[in-house]
């Protein structure tokens, strides 16, 4: 009896809180422990936005692994530049999918995409470039360790080629930081061993030459080589503002793309489509919830009666999850959860029919409702584990192809797997015990159907 009340109150604890997490607007208690405003996500398909079509830029080839790279770069930057809920994808052996949830301007998503972070070092020799120039390099057309020839690089007879001594991909650290010898933020780095060695052998040749900083073709600064860096350390200095350097410093940090990219189609998703789309979502929900519940009801009467309520904790708590993760919402997710309701009343239906067996063979309700638990149970937990492994496969098959999609529907249904096992070991048949554990069946068959 103790171990009973306890579940109860472990019962009613979670569903408060679930409870108080599924409220439009949650108790900014909630959303200090979360430490963000605790609200549902939803996809591009729900809210609308801006998807973009990424591809090598023209002249650059890319393999697989360059693409998965990128993808994964371009997601930690555009978090750190507070573009958030964002997803990016490979497509096939050419695409990366940007979607943009909730952004309505095209031009700022792209102008965000476009900062491709490739920072170059490059041999100006005697030249001194001004701040802003646009140069054409060598980096992309074979080594960058070695200078590429007119034949591969083609006539330098409009602009010149420079060599690329060291990129991005050097990069040990990057901090932004400040001087009293210097009147504006700048970017300190340290390069990696291969890097400082590199460094270390140019600049020693080089002395009194000119060492232009360049990122994504554009020179930020040209300094001269006043002495052989042999320690691997340097800086970037320019008219920055704490803000600029920040922002320079994060492209830099998540590192430079391993082969620049172009947008090749951007498409704007309006945001009255989305709506439109989350409305019928929630409809059929609904109806989804009544349907079930009138039949639970109607075939099972009480025992179906304690399956909804069941039911009902078992949405609150899953939504509740979901925004806490938080789990990005889109129509396939929403259709893994409604189906993930249909395995939660599957669990209730073994569960009661193996009630209704025992009490037929002339057991007590209070013994009847154990024995119906544990012998259901088997087929409970192995239905659901084969659920789950379908979904850890879904899951898998989604990351590795780039199929968000199938991604979101296997999360969901996986997560409402979970949830509905829990809500039919614990919920209901505690639930159970507590309605009609003092119960003579022989006094209200008709409660049970039978």
């Not at 920055?240 to 082969?259: H, I, K, M, Q």
């Not at 025992?303 to 609150?316: C, S």
């Not at 396939?332 to 009630?355: H, K, Q, T, Y």
Request: proline fraction near 5%.
């Amino acid at each position: 009896m103790q171990r009973k009340y306890i579940f109860l109150l472990l019962i009613l604890l979670l569903v408060v809180i679930a409870v108080l997490v599924d409220l439009p607007n949650p108790p900014q208690a909630v959303n200090s422990i979360m430490g963000r405003e605790v609200q549902p996500v939803l996809g591009l398909d729900l809210r609308g936005g801006v998807q973009v079509l990424l591809q090598p830029s023209e002249g650059f080839e890319a393999s697989s692994q360059n693409l998965d790279d990128a993808s994964k770069i371009l997601e930690n930057r555009s978090n750190a530049l507070g573009v958030s809920e964002q997803v990016f994808q490979v497509i096939g052996t050419k695409y990366i999918l940007g979607e943009f949830p909730g952004k309505t301007n095209t031009e700022q998503v792209v102008s965000i995409l476009q900062q491709t972070g490739l920072l170059e070092f490059i041999d100006a020799g005697s030249t001194y470039l001004e701040p802003g120039t646009v140069v054409q390099t060598d980096f992309g057309t074979k080594d960058p360790q070695q200078p590429a020839s007119p034949d591969e690089t083609g006539s330098t007879s409009e602009l010149p080629i420079y060599h690329t001594v060291i990129t991005g991909a050097d990069l040990k650290s990057v901090n932004v930081t400040s001087d009293a010898s210097i009147p504006n933020p700048y970017i300190a780095f340290t390069l990696s061993e291969q890097g400082t060695q590199i460094f270390k052998d140019f600049t020693t040749q080089n002395v009194g030459k000119y060492l232009a900083i360049v990122l994504d073709k554009k020179v930020v600064s040209t300094p001269v080589i006043q002495n052989a860096i042999t320690e691997g350390e340097g800086s970037i200095t320019g008219d920055y503002t704490v803000d600029s350097a920040n922002e320079l410093a994060l492209v830099l940090r998540f590192g430079s793309l391993p082969v620049p990219l172009e947008v090749a189609q951007s498409t704007l998703i309006g945001p009255s489509l989305g709506q439109d789309s989350l409305n019928k979502s929630i409809t059929a929900g609904m109806l989804a919830f009544i349907a079930i519940a009138l039949l639970m009801i109607l075939y099972y009467r009480f025992p179906g009666l304690i399956a909804v309520l069941a039911l009902a904790i078992y949405i609150a708590i899953s939504f509740a999850i979901f925004k806490l993760i938080p789990v990005t919402l889109t129509l396939p997710g929403i259709a893994g959860f409604v189906l993930s309701i249909g395995m939660a009343v599957d669990a209730n239906v073994l569960i009661f029919e193996r009630l209704k067996e025992e009490l037929r063979s002339g057991r007590m309700l209070n013994q009847a409702i154990e024995i119906g638990w544990k012998r259901a149970w088997l087929s409970i937990r192995d239905s659901n584990v084969s659920t789950l492994i379908t979904c850890v496969i879904l899951f898998w098959y989604g990351s590795a192809f780039g199929a968000s999609i199938v991604k979101g529907f296997a999360l969901t249904l996986a997560l409402g797997v979970l949830v509905s096992m829990f809500t039919a070991v614990v919920v209901t048949r505690s639930f159970l015990h507590l309605a009609l554990d003092r119960t003579k069946f022989a006094d209200h068959p008709k409660w049970f159907g039978l």
